[in-house]
């Protein structure tokens, strides 16, 4: 029987707290299981590094995602080259294994135009700041592949347990059950949209039973268990692709994937308004890095030293980027208007034009004075 | 307007929520709705301490839909409630725009007058502050364009109290826009008791002879920065803040005019089909034989709002509206 064929609120879960294997654990290689744990630690480290650069002003608002890499790194590796991601605002950890470089998700916190730049090879949508609505997107580009009959790519969607409330939530996964898309809804579900607790969201037990409804399997993972959010996102993504007719076998999951942000909403945030500090130490319990690199270290995958060297291949990347990222030159008001149309339209040259002209005479200073 | 002898010394957003308590004490039907709005009291902290004060039937946290949130209040308005939505941000007023636009601005004339739409919904709106992407719009022409809804934006934290409590108290819905960049910019003296401020009446915040100067929400501050600038280069400007941009007042507008002339409308929006086109409508059909200049615009550009990095090219500044002004005065 498929992990996916169970009760929605029957949560899945490989390892314990304590990296222990208390369920199946997924098919896979030692060296995937160490990029996952690599990943993660990038994830984490990149994280800390980003909400510092924001606290010394050299950065904007930023979500952080520490708690969230176990459901983002693992969800992602179970991806195959060419499927396709379409993220919300916080996936900084699933772009990266997805092949979006870690200066582009800088400089698009950094408000550069250039960070919302995909690169040509990269199948990721970019980042979905209106809540919910990248879930249509994922339905269209899946039922997309299937009118042109490409059963060899899965369309992965995430979003947070909010979104769930938005009304594009439920046309999303109703157009994919209707038409049978190829699409994984990975739901992650970290309790909070920003002050607002889950139950507020929804009086449904779980998020994955709302599956059941629009006529296809939802299946509950622990997403700070990155064995088993890798084990369900394979299987959900085998599904999309499989060789079977739509309505028979090839048809979209959602998964909710429990878990937690150990930090703000955002760094404009202040979580202690509304959550108690003894909550959140009770989901650190459950932290996806430890736990995974608990499992490592007794499957000998893992010791002291490669753990050290890890650590300092991570910080080397991020340092790297973040290097890389401040390097770029100020961008220029010409930015505004490349991109918005095909073709460059009188009246915009003329708007752009105006803008250089008042450089010219004033300088750029008096943009930037206030 | 009443009057106290007892002032408050309170920012723009402190003004907003000073405005609601005021009505929330006074109106018990008077509710507020949204995103973030109770414990947290608002990811601006326009609602902070409500929800203790005032309990969760009447500072409701709701899921995350504004469709939701609009649509709800469409019934609870019908049933009798003063429902106050808050939209987090103007940005993210979109999945509400078919119930603001079908119902929320026509259930009036569509029920003919059986059923109406007292509320009020509030959202910060422009840029600025160096927030994300679609934080930072103004599209406060989308709701100007809908008979129906009246559109306000203070810019002083005296006008928001005054206005807010207009608002709730109007028989018909209200779109209330917060220049999110001012929220916390200056405080002014704010009246503690309640008191109001009419919609669809500009203020001029500066007198003057030599050509007239419409603008609205956080422009004001560098339009009157650039008039006093021009003041001491012998150039007299007349600065009106409209704070309502629906209805406008076009007598104001239409007076100050044939006094000067001369016009420059400045506003953040994009230009093309902005409230500042309407203004120049409204010059060009009530004061023709005055006009001594073409109608300047100065304004956002008609592009995407761009990331934080090149906002400051993208707002008026005192500069690019000093340049406004004066092509305009020396036409
Ligand atoms: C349509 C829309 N409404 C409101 C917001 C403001 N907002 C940004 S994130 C957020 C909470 C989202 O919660 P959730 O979906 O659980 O995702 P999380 O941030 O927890 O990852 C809100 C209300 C938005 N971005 N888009
Ligand atoms: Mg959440």
Redesign the pocket.
Known sequence: MSVLERDPGDLVQVLDEDGTVVGDEPDLDDATILDIYRDMVLARHFDQRAVSLQRQGRMGTY?PLSGQEGAQIASAHALDEQDWMFP???EHGAAVVRGLPLKQTLLYWMGHEEGNAVAEDANIFPVA?????QLLHATGAAWGASIKGDTDKAFMCY??????S?GDFHEALNFAGVFDTPNVFFC???Q???S?PRER?TASRTLAQKAEAYGFEGVQVDGMDPLAVYAVTRKAIEKAKSEEPPAAGRRPTLIEAVQY?FGA??TADDPTVYRDDEEVQRWKAKDPIPRLENYCRNHGLLDDESVAAVRSEVETRVADAIDAAESEPRPLPGEMFESVYNELPEHLAAQAAEIESLREIYGDEVFFEH | MSTTSQTQNLTLVQAVRDGLYTEMSADEDVIVMG??VGKNGG?FRATEGLWEEFGDDRVIDTP?A?SGIVGTAVGMAAYGLKPVPEM??S??M??AFDQIVSHVARLRNRSRGRFTCPMVIRAPYGGGIRAPE?HSESKEAFYAHEAGLKVVIPSTPHDTKGLLISAIRDPDPVIFLEPKLIYRAFRGDVPEAEYTVPIGEAVTRREGSDVSVFTYGAMSRPTMEAAEELAEEGVDCEVIDLRTISPLDRDAIISSFKKTGRAVVVNEAPKTGSIAAEITAIVQEEALLYQEAPVKRVSGFDVPYPLYALEDYYLPNAARIKEGIMETVEF
């Open positions: 979500p919300s605002y916080r700041v209106p809540i919910a609505t979003f947070g347990d909010g979104a769930t938005e992650n579900n970290n909070w949209a920003i607002v969201q942000r909403h955002t | 995103e973030d990811v995350l504004e987090q941000f940005g993210f979109y999945p679609h």
